[in-house]
């Protein structure tokens, strides 16, 4: 059964760090592309970072340019993201999501077909 799993969100203060990961059950990562998403309440979900499953090339979503970092270790079967200096506008759900390798997808939410169930995210003080 393909299965993603979100784990390490919570509350944390304006300025802090968490490391949210996502570890893929039924399936091996290495030939899919996965991306970090989130859904903020009354918007549409986004793309926040993706990395690609060959050469390593990464995408983020402008806000969060030099302060996340998305990675992978397909021995862990589990990709990253390491949020650093979080502010009140990235509070959301945040999810992992997979592609096929094939699929060049964008990192775009309709570009993915398997995700996870989803992990909160709250910065607040």
């Known amino acids: 059964q393909l299965q993603l799993v979100e784990s390490g969100g919570g509350l944390v203060q304006p300025g802090g760090s968490l490391r949210l990961s996502c570890v893929a059950s039924g399936f091996t990562l290495d030939y899919y592309v996965i991306g970090w998403f989130r859904q903020a309440p009354g918007k549409e979900r986004e793309g926040v970072s993706c990395?690609?499953?060959?050469?390593?090339?990464?995408y983020y979503v402008d806000p969060v340019k030099g302060r996340f970092t998305i990675s992978r270790d397909n021995a862990k079967n589990t990709v990253y993201l390491q949020m650093n200096s979080l502010k009140p506008e990235d509070t959301a759900v945040y999810y992992c999501?997979?592609?096929?390798?094939?699929?060049?997808?964008?990192?775009?939410?309709?570009?993915?077909?398997?995700w996870g169930q989803g992990t909160q995210v709250t910065v607040s003080s």
């Open positions: 990395i690609s499953s060959r050469d390593g090339r990464t």
């Open positions: 999501a997979v592609v096929p390798a094939g699929v060049r997808a964008m990192c775009v939410p309709k570009d993915f077909g398997s």
